[in-house]
């Protein structure tokens, strides 16, 4: 296999130097070195909330988990994550596809603006009914799964993103409304 060079669309990481990353597929290559051949990782796999996400060593020695989004934006940039949370910057994706990393599709953004996104992404609704919120705490009672799972499906069923289901379980929001029972 012949080795991988930087050039327009392969670019190096910042902060991660035995790596390069291809910005058009967000595919990441590992250099070779003198135990091992170089060699394209593998095709990264969405968590359980939909982001991209691998761990790499970085230039300090040691394993760091990052988001393939702030990979490609760093590579493309050719300046680190911390640069720009620094600024109070976040990568979002245009077309609201957290898989699509390719760097067309990203942007930089403050956090308020990435919040409102967030909002877009999904039709609003009407605030959950008592009866709604009671619903959805004896379905958590009950419920064996992992709990991000559970916000993801209760999201689904009433029209609204899954951070809203979060909160709620959390007690973080709809604090005013009066539970039968308590959840544990």
């Not at 067309?104 to 877009?120: D, P």
Request: aromatic fraction near 12%; include cysteine.
């Amino acid at each position: 296999m012949e080795e991988v060079k930087v050039n327009d669309r392969i670019k190096e990481i910042p902060n991660f130097s035995r790596y390069l990353c291809d910005i058009y597929t967000a595919r990441i290559y590992r250099k070779p070195t003198d135990k091992r051949k170089g060699a394209w990782l593998k095709k990264i796999k969405p968590n359980s909330v939909g982001y991209c996400y691998t761990t790499l060593k970085n230039d300090s020695d040691e394993f760091e988990g990052i988001s393939l989004q702030w990979v490609v934006m760093c590579a493309a940039t050719e300046s680190t994550k911390e640069f720009f949370i620094s600024k109070n910057l976040e990568v979002d994706h245009r077309d609201r596809n957290k898989e699509n990393n390719h760097i067309h599709n990203l942007f930089l953004c403050n956090k308020n603006a990435n919040m409102r996104n967030i909002g877009e992404r999904k039709e609003r609704s009407e605030r959950l009914s008592e009866s709604d919120i009671q619903y959805i705490f004896e379905q958590f009672k009950v419920w064996d799964g992992k709990k991000t799972d559970f916000y993801k499906k209760m999201a689904d069923k009433f029209g609204c993103v899954w951070q809203t289901i979060q909160y709620l379980v959390l007690g973080i929001n709809y604090k005013s409304v009066a539970i039968k029972g308590e959840v544990e």
